[in-house]
């Protein structure tokens, strides 16, 4: 028997559609069911390798994550990476296609995926219960209604009963709701079957005069109306997050400051998430005209467009006040293209990623870096292996993530390799992975997700206490991967306290929550 569906889509992009999904997950789960999530085309620089190697939006992960099992690139069949204006790397099943424009994508390419999306959906509808849908955008523009293939398309496809998210928070919710629905074909409107309002603060009693127009005026059911949730984290789809960007900009807790560089391009941003979450850290996002001060840590992110981000930081003047800051000692360390930024040299002559063939680096690392055509995407395993003060505490350590780039990168005499990778996608490998300086103050590394080591965490934050002359800190009690599925249930708890889940089981023709499941009734 196929799989029961329900699709969130939304009045607009961030509207909380991705959370919304990953809650309905969490919750399904809890009660019982086999879900898995389904996105059929995202755009977006945030992603992820799974173990097989294959590429996915970031979104989904953490969906599959809150339903308790191991992300598929089924689960997100078409990825789109933006590699500059109107234009993006193509991911199929986890692969990428090439780079097309968008006028090439939508006039043509976009068809030949939707057979792709079909059999991916079918995949995941035979080996699960349920299957909660995510749309893009807004089902509501008009001009790609007749080749979008991320919206109604699909929610006709799995038969899904829609329900319509708008964001509160941001004002016009109302008018948004009433002005999609207007604008949908008449087939597509009866298939919306319910509408969230999200992001609400302030006094549901005082909101119930604009639940009763939105039901007069449409004839649909507001399902629910979910809370401005805060004090705990669900990662973000593919911006950093403005409430991110606010505490940095706002926030001097934590002694140890760390100056997240935000590249135009950047990528991955995940990544610095359980930095962010310690108490000792302050984490600063620094952008155009944002001052760099004078931070105990600089780390260069991961970018989908490295070069033409290195010549924004050189036109912004960051990439001088990033030397001169490393002259004077502080640490930098960059992650992908950032460690790669850190170099002598980075050489583009097939255009993988820009029209610019060569372009100097920072000249922090001796290192060069030449872009290829084929793309590396894997999980790892590795040893740290760097000396110096910022990872000797942690030498000999294992730590595990993943490797997406393009990048081939040359060690000269003057650095040596930071870790030692010996596990590529479960095969044994005997690799040298990333590049120090002498000093040990500056380093980077082609892994993503090394952060989310506990250990290696807080040991790299207490070698910066001690530059400070501060004392170190024990490692808390809680993982980052145990406080990350603490959150899951969390956000279940306060979307199932704000939905009408009778009216949702109803729409997925299924009783409610099994009497058995393995998670029923867990909050």
């Given at each position: 028997m196929l799989a029961r569906t329900i699709m969130v889509q939304g009045t607009a992009s961030h509207v909380g559609k991705s959370v919304l999904v990953a809650a309905l997950c969490r919750i399904f789960y809890q009660d019982g069911y086999r879900v898995a999530p389904f996105k059929s085309q995202n755009m977006a620089l945030n992603s992820f390798v799974t173990r097989d190697g294959g590429e996915m939006g970031r979104a989904q992960v953490v969906q599959a994550e809150a339903a308790g099992i191991e992300p598929h690139v089924d689960m997100n069949p078409i990825l789109l990476k933006p590699t500059g204006q109107a234009s993006s790397q193509v991911i199929v099943l986890g692969r990428p296609?090439?780079?097309l424009s968008a006028r090439e994508y939508h006039n043509g390419y976009a068809q030949m995926a939707w057979e792709v999306i079909c059999q991916a959906l079918d995949r995941l509808r035979r080996r699960y219960e349920i299957v909660a849908i995510?749309?893009?955008?807004?089902?509501?523009?008009?001009?790609?209604q007749a080749t979008e293939i991320v919206n109604m398309r699909v929610a006709r496809l799995a038969e899904a009963p829609v329900l319509l998210a708008a964001d509160i928070d941001k004002g016009g919710a109302l008018a948004a709701v009433v002005g999609t629905l207007e604008l949908l074909p008449e087939e597509d409107r009866r298939r919306v079957a319910g509408i969230i309002i999200n992001k609400f603060r302030g006094d549901l009693k005082l909101f119930q005069p604009a639940v009763d127009f939105l039901e007069a005026k449409t004839g649909i059911p507001v399902v629910?109306?979910?809370?401005?949730?805060?004090?705990?984290?669900?990662q973000e789809e593919d911006t950093v997050s403005e409430e991110s960007l606010r505490r940095s900009r706002t926030s001097s807790r934590g002694e140890v400051e760390i100056a997240v560089i935000h590249l135009p391009h950047i990528s991955n941003f995940t990544d610095f998430d359980p930095l962010e979450d310690e108490p000792d850290v302050n984490l600063r996002y620094i952008g155009k005209g944002t001052p760099l001060g004078h931070p105990d840590l600089i780390i260069l992110p991961g970018s989908k467009n490295t070069i033409e981000d290195l010549v924004s930081l050189k036109r912004w003047g960051l990439a001088g006040e990033i030397c001169r800051l490393a002259r004077e000692g502080v640490p930098v360390i960059g992650i992908c293209g950032g460690f790669q930024m850190l170099g002598k040299e980075l050489a583009d002559p097939y255009h993988t990623e820009s029209s610019i063939p060569r372009i100097e680096g920072l000249g922090l690392l001796d290192i060069s870096t030449s872009f290829e055509p084929e793309k590396v995407t894997t999980q790892v395993e590795a040893t740290v292996t760097g000396r110096g003060p910022l990872l000797s505490p942690a030498r000999g350590q294992r730590v595990v993530g993943y490797e997406i780039h393009m990048g081939r990168t040359q060690l000269g005499s003057g650095a040596v390799p930071a870790f030692h990778i010996h596990r590529r996608s479960g095969e044994t490998v005997d690799c040298p992975d990333g590049a120090q300086d002498e000093q040990g103050l500056v380093f980077?590394?082609?892994i993503h997700g090394l952060f989310d080591d506990d250990g290696f965490r807080r040991q790299l934050l207490n070698a910066l206490r001690l530059r400070k002359g501060l004392a170190p800190l024990e490692q808390g009690g809680t993982s980052h991967l145990e406080q990350r599925e603490r959150d899951y249930d969390r956000l279940a708890a306060v979307v199932r306290g704000s939905l009408d889940m009778g009216r949702i089981y109803q729409l997925l023709g299924l009783p409610g929550p099994k009497a058995k499941g393995p998670m029923a009734g867990a909050v």
């Open positions: 296609v090439g780079n995510e749309g893009a955008g807004s089902p509501a523009e008009v001009n790609l629910g109306v979910v809370p401005y949730f805060e004090g705990f984290r669900v980077g590394t082609y």
